[in-house]
């Protein structure tokens, strides 16, 4: 197998990377000459970093994964979580995760698969730990800004009420397990409101885990690593869950999962 290299009958200025089996691997607008080089270890990683190196991510090649628009502007849930901590937390930890995500998917068999099947494929594989963590991340975060909006908390809508109070008694005493499984997760990770068959049940998973991995239907989610908070609350992780919990959770779109 070898890469073609060819000048786009359209236009001139474009190259078009392909595969001998037809796949094209990316276009970029200039004439510079590729030259055709074999493939080692992997012929599709060996030309996206080639290209990459010499024209940059933006220039030869969209990404397939691309960082999501916030449904709020970022100082929207002031001053509950400070658009400080949002530009940090979005426009860098989430970026991070989406930026490596590329780079590690990029010309292996992930390139090419939607982010949830790429957190299943590779969920406990110790030689996918990287890709793992990264596409597991950026589904997480993507999950957790529409679980907030300004103005959120209150109750939650009749129908996921009901299911509420038949999992826990009480959407308060849903809320005091939610708040205490937040602050009791050690180090960093998630809290988790999900669908476990019919019932409802609070989960946590550490680091990136995610409960898509494990059967079970996210409603609403916590971010309790310490970027999701420290700007604003420092060492009061409790006080940002609580916070969070009674100001900024969309039970709206908690009740879009349960359905
Ligand atoms: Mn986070």
């Known amino acids: 197998m070898y890469a073609i290299a060819q000048r786009n009958a359209q236009n001139p200025r474009t190259l078009c990377i392909s595969l001998t089996t037809g796949l094209c691997l990316g276009v970029t607008s ?34 397939q994964f691309s960082l999501p628009t916030l449904p709020w502007a970022e100082n929207a849930l002031d001053p509950v979580i400070s658009a400080n901590t949002i530009s940090f937390h979005y426009g860098k930890h989430h970026k991070t995760y989406v930026d490596n995500l590329n780079k590690f998917a990029a010309g292996t068999e992930f390139a090419d698969m939607p982010l949830e099947k790429i957190v299943n494929a ?35 809508p009749a129908s996921l009420k009901q299911k509420i109070e038949a999992a826990f008694g009480s ?50 989610a916590i971010d309790v690593w310490e970027h999701a908070y420290y700007l604003d609350y420092q060492n009061r992780r409790v006080d940002h869950v609580n916070a969070v919990i009674e100001k900024l959770l969309n039970w709206e779109f908690a009740a879009q999962n349960a359905v």
């Open 30 to 63: 200039t004439s510079r000459p590729l030259s055709n080089k074999p493939s080692e270890p992997s012929f599709r990683r060996r030309w996206f970093i080639y290209l990459r190196n010499c024209y940059g991510n933006s220039t030869c090649w969209t990404p």
């Open 122 to 156: 590779t969920a406990g594989k110790v030689d996918k730990t990287s890709i793992f963590n990264n596409a597991a991340q950026a589904w997480n975060h993507t999950f957790y800004w529409r679980c907030l909006r300004p103005k959120g908390g209150g109750e939650p």
């Open 171 to 220: 959407v308060d005493a849903c809320k005091k397990e939610f708040s205490a499984t937040a602050s009791a997760e050690f180090g960093s990770g998630w809290a988790w409101l999900v669908m476990d068959g019919n019932t409802l049940r609070i989960v946590k998973t550490n680091n990136a885990e995610t409960p898509i991995t494990q059967a079970l239907k996210p409603l609403l």
